[in-house]
T-cell receptor, first 115, second 111 residues
Framework: DAGVTQSPTHLIKTRGQQVTLRCSPK?????VSWYQQALGQGPQFIFQ???????QRGNFPDRFSGHQFPNYSSELNVNALLLGDSALYLC??????????????FGQGTRLTVV | RKEVEQDPGPFNVPEGATVAFNCTYS??????FFWYRQDCRKEPKLLMSVYSSGNEDGRFTAQLNRASQYISLLIRDSKLSDSATYLCVVNTVDSSYKLIFGSGTRLLVRP
């Protein structure tokens, strides 16, 4: 059983460019959340997708957008990249019906460097 | 004030030592509590959930004090393999299912 998979693992972009990160959730999971983790910090919630809709959003600008597909996979898009967007981007999947206490499984992350 | 605050660390302890991490959270409506472990340049992985009655998993014991909004993690008989960053995590009651992470406490276990 494959866990959460993310692609690419590493990415280098130039300021002002756009980037798309991808995530496939763990088998049986229907909810995908995206987190940004800066160096030395804990992950920060970006947004969550369930039933192909954005259900909750953290304090991130509109440059950050996403999508969920019918097969539950998800994309995170970031436009007009800034140097401060350099971070590890983590995707987490879970099964919504199990409620708040359910474990979220994380992918290995995409390390984005903006130069 | 951060929603979840942790001891900054790093904690540098010898093998076999007992070490305790503390965490406080600001939202009294928080419902679910966890400790995640994150190895260097890896993804976070669930170490254990934390229940009001306290819970133990081998060398690891987690405690929750809702009145003080305080969570703790105790590691007994530390192993070299315990070296990692430990993240305190809470879930809020607004049905968002989002996880709110502390900044993490780094543990270094030396031979």
């Amino acid at each position: 059983d494959a866990g959460v998979t993310q692609s690419p693992t590493h990415l280098i972009k130039t300021r002002g460019q756009q980037v798309t990160l991808r995530c496939s959730p763990k088998s049986g999971h229907d909810t995908v959340s995206w987190y940004q983790q800066a160096l030395g910090q804990g992950p920060q919630f970006i947004f969550q997708y369930y039933e192909e809709e954005e259900r909750q959003r953290g304090n991130f600008p509109d440059r950050f957008s996403g999508h969920q597909f019918p097969n539950y996979s998800s994309e995170l898009n970031v436009n007009a990249l800034l140097l401060g967007d350099s971070a590890l981007y983590l995707c987490a999947s879970s099964f919504r019906a199990r409620g708040l206490g359910t474990e979220a499984f994380f992918g290995q992350g995409t390390r984005l460097t903006v130069v | 004030r951060k929603e979840v605050e942790q001891d900054p660390g790093p904690f540098n302890v010898p093998e076999g030592a007992t070490v305790a991490f503390n965490c406080t959270y600001s939202n009294s409506a928080s419902q679910s509590f966890f400790w995640y472990r994150q190895d260097c340049r890896k993804e976070p992985k669930l170490l254990m959930s934390v229940y009001s009655s306290g819970n133990e998993d081998g060398r690891f014991t987690a405690q929750l004090n809702r009145a003080s909004q305080y969570i703790s993690l105790l590691i007994r008989d530390s192993k070299l393999s315990d070296s990692a960053t430990y993240l305190c995590v809470v879930n809020t009651v607004d049905s968002s299912y989002k996880l709110i992470f502390g900044s993490g406490t780094r543990l270094l276990v030396r031979p």
